[in-house]
């Protein structure tokens, strides 16, 4: 009976493992390992390759992408949308980086910035090596990774006194982004980091259902920031500018200059000072994500 | 064990140590939000806090049992649940400037996430750690019946942890901040102790 009951078990497995092929079209994994935090799974299929944190293969559950043929060009709409702060600061010198997934922002802004002094924070050392290995993630002498938690690092920052022209948060689990990432406290420590032109971007969804704490958070800290969101994806881009908010004429002005020098990623700037909107279209009664309330993975579900 | 005011007795027992339990793995599981903004939600922050809730409930125990030996009363054992009610105040209260100087002095989070959570929680989870043993003498009348009632009060505490643990994160941390659920864990402590004190002097026992 034992033995039946091994047969039945493995075909069971094998009828899963078939599933899975049939629903990612041909998606191979070329790797996978479970990390203190996650497990990360690589895939790959004819065109790009992955990283994701869940097994569940799930719409938008990767966490980061990659062309095989034109690796500069960008997959994902957020990483588009994060380069559209240069509408706003278009020479950052220093930028730190919150959350390394597959690195698709670190070769963007280095591919732009050759000699922009780059610092990024991730708390997985597996998630470092899986970038390294299979998404061409280098460390040089203006790259440096951190293995730490991301307000650790934030809070010594802060203590040391360093200045970032950019500041760009895209730190996320398997579910959502860490709840003592997402409160008043956080972001008031954060943005101290800026320098006098300094920006902090914030990769974000407007699908989720913490849209309306989450950005009645920000706005809380911040007053008006800009809210970027486009057709056909969840993630929403939240700019803030403590230097104020330029104008749309100005941004179309640098559009106009800048658009040749991000066509190599696959996108149009000029199509972007449109979508800088400070509209609050948010439940401003929403509560406040504080170091005391942060259910944030709660109020996701 | 069949007067009226024994039964009153022991219940009470019964229910303060599953209350008791279930405070205990609430702070616990508060304990990883509170160290959070300090020293991050890495592996090695939620090693520190459990090693500290083992360490402390183990020394409770200890203690607990070794009080347990001459003269147990309801009035003593009443007095764990208030002390350990007055000793989470120093959480609630200086929680914030605790972490703050722990964090200035050491630059390695794995360190500071230990010492902080030796400060914050040793002291309060080692009493609440002596009510369970102090509850088994005060409710074993013969030694054939020890295991049996020891067992009752295992099953009647680890339920009230797990209680605690699951009504804490599913629900407390949803509607209330963590100094509203703490400053209410503290107040239950402290009407625990006060009813044993009352039933104990009622009972006379």
Redesign the interface.
């Known amino acids: 009976m034992r033995f039946l009951k091994k047969i039945k078990n493995f075909f069971l497995i094998l009828l899963l493992l078939n599933s899975q092929n049939l629903f990612s079209q041909g998606e191979r994994f070329i790797h996978q390992e479970r990390s203190?935090?996650t497990n990360i799974i690589v895939t790959e299929n004819s065109e790009r390759r992955c990283m994701r944190f869940t097994i569940a293969h799930h719409y938008g559950q990767n966490q980061s992408c990659q062309y095989l043929q034109e690796p500069e060009k960008l997959v994902f709409p957020y990483a588009k949308m994060v380069l559209s702060s240069l509408l706003i600061q278009d020479n950052p010198k220093k930028i730190l980086i919150l959350g390394l997934g597959g690195a698709t922002l670190v070769h963007s802004y280095r591919a732009l910035f050759p000699d922009v002094d780059i610092t990024i924070v991730e708390?997985d050392e597996a998630v470092v090596r899986v970038a390294k290995e299979y998404f061409g993630f280098a460390e040089d002498s203006n790259t440096h990774v951190l293995a730490?938690?991301?307000?650790?690092y934030v809070?010594?920052a802060q203590?040391r006194g360093e200045k970032y022209d950019l500041v760009i948060l895209d730190a996320f689990n398997g579910e959502y982004i860490?709840?003592?990432l997402l409160?008043q406290?956080?972001l008031k420590e954060t943005s101290s980091l800026l320098s006098s032109e300094g920006l902090l971007v914030s990769n974000t969804f407007s699908t989720s259902r913490l849209y309306d704490a989450e950005s009645a958070t920000y706005a809380s800290v911040f007053g008006d920031f800009f809210n970027v969101k486009m057709n056909g994806t969840g993630n929403r881009i939240i700019i803030v500018s403590p230097s104020g908010l330029p104008s749309e004429n100005f941004m179309n002005e640098r559009a106009m200059t800048l658009y040749p020098r991000l066509r190599r990623f696959g996108m149009d700037l000029r199509d972007f000072p449109i979508l800088m909107d400070t509209n609050r279209d948010w439940n401003r009664n929403a509560r406040l994500l504080?170091?005391?309330?942060?259910?944030a993975n709660?109020?996701n579900n | 064990m069949h007067s009226p005011s024994r039964f009153l007795r022991n219940s009470l027992i019964f229910i303060l140590t599953f209350t008791g339990g279930g405070i205990i793995m609430a702070i616990e599981l508060l304990g990883g939000?509170i160290l959070?903004?300090?020293?991050?939600?890495?592996?090695f922050v939620w090693g520190s806090i459990i090693t500290v809730f083992m360490l402390s409930l183990s020394l409770g125990y200890l203690i607990g049992g070794r009080l347990s030996v001459n003269n147990p009363s309801l009035t003593r054992f009443g007095n764990f649940f208030i002390v350990g009610s007055l000793l989470l105040l120093p959480l609630i209260l200086y929680g914030q400037s605790i972490m703050e100087e722990v964090?200035?002095r050491f630059?390695d989070?794995r360190y500071g996430s230990l010492l902080v959570s030796v400060l914050l929680f040793f002291l309060p989870t080692s009493i609440l750690g002596m009510i369970s043993p102090y509850s088994v003498r005060l409710l074993v009348t013969h030694g054939q019946h020890s295991g049996q009632i020891a067992g009752l009060l295992y099953f009647v505490s680890t339920l009230g942890s797990a209680i605690g643990t699951l009504g804490t994160s599913?629900y407390l941390?949803?509607w209330?901040?963590?100094?509203v659920i703490l400053g209410t864990l503290s107040l239950t402590l402290f009407m625990c102790g006060v009813l044993a004190m009352m039933i104990g002097r009622l009972s006379h026992l």
Not at chain 1, 148 to 152: I, K
Not at chain 1, 290 to 295: C, L, N, V
Not at chain 2, 36 to 43: D, E, I, K, L, T
């Open positions: 203190l935090y708390i730490q938690d991301g307000r650790v809070k010594r203590l860490p709840e003592h409160t406290e956080f504080t170091d005391q309330y942060s259910p709660l109020l | 939000r959070a903004p300090y020293f991050g939600s890495s592996v964090f200035l630059e989070p599913f941390v949803l209330f901040d963590i100094n």
